[in-house]
């Protein structure tokens, strides 16, 4: 095997693939440092995206790192390389996330085929159709998920009707909390702030849901007046529900990783996808969430899947603001 080190080129290409992961408010907390002299590259927590009201213990700022650290690996292993991590690798900095390192050849050969998937991924908050995901591509994604160490289930009629009660309470404890509306208001640009590199913009809020029972989350709730127009969403959505064996924070790496799995994979099906962590963020609902047939599992996402209309890509910052080169 050779064991040549990939350039500083390379390697920064890899890294704008990774950040097009999603994460929580398109916040982007991350931050990769590439120390070409021993060929690794670190990736850190950028504690300036945290979000202490809705995300006090970083669960939701390791899941989106997951997903950028994930998305590098399919990166490298689309260009022949294997990505070798080790998850928080410095037990005195918790800042740093992971270290990874590159081998030639790939030893991952089915994470090629997710690569085109990278930028066609959109967090889509539009009415899907309706129609329900194939039983086949509900299998396909569920293995995505074991393939990383994670669960993926579906909930069936009467556990989907409390997933959605429980979204919905949350929905009622955030408007109530002025706390939490100033948070996210922090991330959702105002008027003549839409060339900003992060955040969720008007145009991705999507319409007002009129009628319908898919949970989406209203960006707009928290940003003023609203003058979108309305439009009937799902009855019976197509929910999932990720889940992981634990609860900390190598646990949420590892959920990050299992969510894009699936995400990319839900996009080479031609499904659209809209993430939502509303329950997730209240711990008095949040254990509520979990599969009842599962032994032990810890909830850490709400998948929507569904069949919806192209979306235009929310913005990203550029890499040269969260990549150094040592």
């Given at each position: 095997m050779t064991r040549t080190m990939p350039d500083t080129a390379t390697v920064t290409s890899w890294v704008g693939d990774a950040v097009l992961a999603p994460s929580m408010h398109n916040a982007q907390p991350w931050r990769f440092r590439w120390q070409p002299d021993t060929g690794t590259l670190l990736l850190d927590m950028d504690a300036s995206r945290a979000m202490p009201r809705t995300d006090p213990a970083r669960r939701g700022l390791h899941i989106g790192c997951g997903a950028a650290l994930f998305t590098l690996r399919v990166a490298a292993a689309h260009a022949g390389w294997t990505a070798r991590v080790r998850l928080l690798p410095d037990p005195a900095d918790a800042r740093v996330l992971a270290a990874l390192t590159f081998v030639r050849p790939a030893r991952e050969p089915d994470l090629d085929p997710l690569y085109p998937a990278i930028r066609r991924r959109r967090t889509n908050r539009e009415p899907f159709t309706g129609e329900p995901v194939a039983p086949e591509l509900r299998d396909g994604l569920c293995a995505a998920a074991r393939a990383e160490g994670a669960r993926l289930s579906f909930p069936g009629a009467w556990h989907l009707t409390t997933v959605l009660e429980l979204i919905a309470s949350a929905e009622a404890a955030e408007a109530l909390s002025p706390a939490v509306r100033e948070e996210i208001t922090r991330w959702?640009?105002?008027?003549?702030?839409?060339?900003?590199?992060?955040?969720?913009?008007?145009?991705?809020?999507?319409?007002?849901?009129?009628?319908?029972?898919?949970?989406?989350?209203?960006?707009?709730?928290?940003?003023?007046?609203?003058?979108?127009?309305?439009?009937?969403?799902?009855?019976?959505?197509?929910?999932?529900?990720?889940?992981?064996?634990?609860?900390?924070?190598?646990?949420?790496?590892?959920?990050?990783?299992?969510?894009?799995?699936?995400?990319?994979?839900?996009?080479?099906?031609?499904?659209?996808?809209?993430?939502?962590?509303?329950?997730?963020?209240?711990?008095?609902?949040?254990?509520?969430?979990?599969?009842?047939?599962?032994?032990?599992?810890?909830?850490?996402?709400?998948?929507?899947?569904?069949?919806?209309?192209?979306?235009?890509?929310t913005p990203r910052r550029p890499v040269s603001e969260v990549l150094e080169v040592a």
């Open positions: 959702t640009p105002t008027a003549g702030a839409e060339d900003r590199a992060d955040g969720v913009p008007a145009y991705a809020f999507g319409p007002r849901r009129y009628d319908g029972r898919a949970p989406v989350r209203d960006f707009a709730a928290a940003s003023g007046p609203d003058e979108r127009p309305a439009a009937v969403f799902e009855r019976l959505p197509s929910l999932a529900v990720l889940e992981t064996h634990g609860d900390a924070p190598a646990d949420w790496l590892l959920a990050g990783q299992a969510m894009q799995r699936v995400l990319l994979e839900a996009t080479l099906d031609g499904l659209a996808t809209t993430l939502n962590s509303q329950a997730l963020e209240w711990p008095e609902l949040r254990w509520t969430l979990r599969d009842p047939l599962s032994s032990g599992g810890h909830p850490q996402m709400v998948v929507r899947l569904g069949y919806g209309p192209d979306v235009p890509p």
